[in-house]
Structure formats: C-alpha cells, structure tokens
C-alpha cells in the first residue's frame, strides 16, 4: 500500500487504509453477521428463523449472540422489524397463466427510435393484450443517489383513455429502482383490489421483473392481494424506460416527486461494502 499510495515508510495502516477505501477488520465482521443475518431472515428452513427479532442471551457469548450484534448493527440505518422475514419471491402455480403471461418483445432499442415510435409500439402491445374493461398501469421506481436522498415510486393508471389513478411514495433509505418498482406493483394491485377491478396490463421497465414473473415467481405481496381482492387476469409489458413512452414518462416523474412518508417493509437485500 505504501508504494501504490507514495506514503512514506512511517505511514501507519489506518490513514493508507481509508485512502484506498478498505473496511477495518471490525467493519468486514460487522459485515459478515449483517450478511448472515439477512440470509436467516429470508429462510424459513433455517433452524435460526424463529429467532430472528428475539433477544437471544448466552452467558459464553457464543451461539446466537451474533444476531443480537447483527441486528444492533442494521438498526443504526433501519428498524430490525422493517426487514421481511421469509421469501421475497415464491413459486406461483398458474397453469391458465392468468398472472404470468408477460409480454417482452420490446427492448431497450426503442430508445434509439424517432419520436413517438416507441410509444406506438407499446400503445400496439396493450390492445394487443387488453379488452375493453382493463385497466392499463404505467409503474416505474426512482432513486436520487448525488446526493444521497430517497427512493421513491409512482404508478399511473388509466381506463377507457381517461387517467383512473395516480399514485407516488417515497423513502429515505437509498435502495434500487427495481426494489421501488416492485412496491409500485404492489400499490398498483392494492388499489385494484379496494376499487374491485378485476383485470389489468401493467407496463413497466423492470426486464429483470418480467424474467422472473416468466418464470412462474410472485412477489409474496402480490399472491396475498391477488387472493384478498377480485383479480381474475394480470398481463405484463416490458415498457422500455427513457424512450419517449407517455404513460411510462408519467409514472417515472411521480416517482421522482414523490414526497417521504408511510411505511416501507425491506426485504433481505445483497449486503456489500
């Protein structure tokens, strides 16, 4: 480190180690355990799950006394109890394919496309996979990151050619847009279930989503709502993000503007330094 750095020879570990943005060894334990953590939270086989939120006491401080340490450690950026114990994504048996069929037949070419193109296309995908009574979603997340501020979310909605919902939240944890735009999913299918609408195209940029709800996964939110309300038929649409598509334009700025409140349940995320 010291030649990389041009340090003198007396340079101490610590300075040289903060120059090159490398974490101390108590860090990287620190680490460790939040990783650990997490995984226990999000598995419901592990012998370990019940215990997680409990206080767990060992006069060796062996055992689980780690997960104590852990979870002093992740309350000094969010509430233990904010984290999501168990799967974030579950298998979904849809034989009919009433909530999984996904439409991905556009890419993120139509960036490159003139003026209105992209549009059109997607506008073509919806009356392709919609009928009359559908409502047609726009959703999309939003994360300020220089500097450091929010994630937010926003969904636009509309049927019959006229704006039927328009929604937005935010929170002052820095996550990814994918994480935010799976909670405007989740509004999304809130909504449908407390204003009794039974089916929908929803739109959005998130092809990693899509890939995963191809493959017969839900997100555990969703499968709960979908059973909760009266949701007979989902149809998804890969929507390129930035190409000039209205609906998707709406929802992104939504996102953008969303103000900080409410409550936001994280899931086990990939913890990294």
Same mark, same amino acid.
């Given at each position: 480190?010291t030649v990389? *750095?041009g340090c003198?020879?007396?340079?101490?570990?610590?300075?040289?180690?903060?120059?090159?943005d490398l974490?101390?060894?108590?860090?990287?334990y620190?680490l460790?355990q939040v990783?650990?953590?997490?995984?226990?939270?999000?598995?419901?086989?592990?012998p370990?799950?019940?215990?997680?939120?409990?206080?767990?006491q060992?006069? *060796?401080k062996?055992?689980? $006394?780690?997960?104590?340490?852990?979870?002093?450690t992740?309350s000094e950026?969010c509430?233990?109890?904010?984290?999501?114990k168990?799967? $974030?994504?579950?298998?979904?048996?849809?034989? /009919?394919?009433?909530?999984?069929?996904?439409?991905?037949? *556009?890419?993120? /070419?139509?960036? /490159?496309?003139?003026e209105?193109?992209?549009?059109?296309?997607?506008?073509? *995908?919806?009356?392709?996979?919609?009928?009359?009574?559908?409502v047609?979603?726009?959703?999309?997340g939003?994360?300020?990151?220089?500097?450091p501020t929010k994630?937010?979310?926003?969904?636009?909605?509309?049927?019959d050619?006229?704006?039927?919902?328009?929604n937005s939240?935010?929170?002052?944890?820095?996550?990814?847009s994918?994480?935010?735009?799976?909670?405007?999913?989740?509004e999304?299918?809130r909504?449908m279930?407390e204003?009794?609408?039974?089916?929908?195209?929803i739109a959005?940029?998130?092809?990693?989503r899509?890939?995963?709800i191809?493959?017969?996964?839900?997100?555990?939110?969703w499968?709960?709502?979908?059973?909760?309300?009266h949701?007979e038929k989902?149809?998804w649409i890969?929507c390129?993000?930035?190409?000039?598509?209205?609906?998707?334009e709406r929802?992104?700025?939504?996102?953008?503007?969303?103000?900080?409140?409410?409550?936001?349940?994280l899931?086990?995320p990939?913890?990294?330094?």
């Open positions: 480190m990389i *750095l003198t020879r007396d340079t101490s570990t610590a300075p040289m180690r903060y120059l090159l974490p101390t060894m108590s860090v990287r620190k460790a990783k650990a953590f997490l995984r226990v939270s999000a598995d419901t086989k592990h370990l799950h019940d215990k997680v939120g409990r206080q767990v060992s006069r *060796l062996r055992g689980t $006394e780690w997960m104590n340490q852990a979870a002093t992740i950026c509430e233990v109890e904010d984290i999501r168990g799967c $974030e994504w579950i298998p979904f048996e849809d034989s /009919e394919a009433k909530f999984t069929t996904v439409e991905m037949s *556009l890419g993120r /070419e139509c960036r /490159e496309w003139p209105g193109e992209a549009d059109a296309a997607v506008e073509a *995908l919806i009356d392709k996979l919609s009928d009359p009574d559908d047609t979603v726009f959703t999309d939003s994360v300020q990151r220089d500097p994630s937010g979310w926003g969904l636009f909605a509309r049927k050619g006229i704006t039927a919902k328009e939240g935010a929170t002052s944890i820095v996550t990814s994918m994480v935010m735009e799976v909670k405007a999913i989740t999304t299918l909504w279930t204003v009794h609408l039974t089916k929908a195209v959005t940029d998130s092809m990693s899509l890939q995963t191809d493959k017969k996964m839900l997100y555990t939110d499968i709960d709502l979908i059973y909760a309300g949701i989902l149809n890969f390129p993000g930035h190409s000039g598509v209205i609906g998707n929802a992104d700025t939504l996102a953008g503007q969303a103000q900080i409140d409410g409550e936001f349940t899931d086990p990939h913890c990294t330094c």
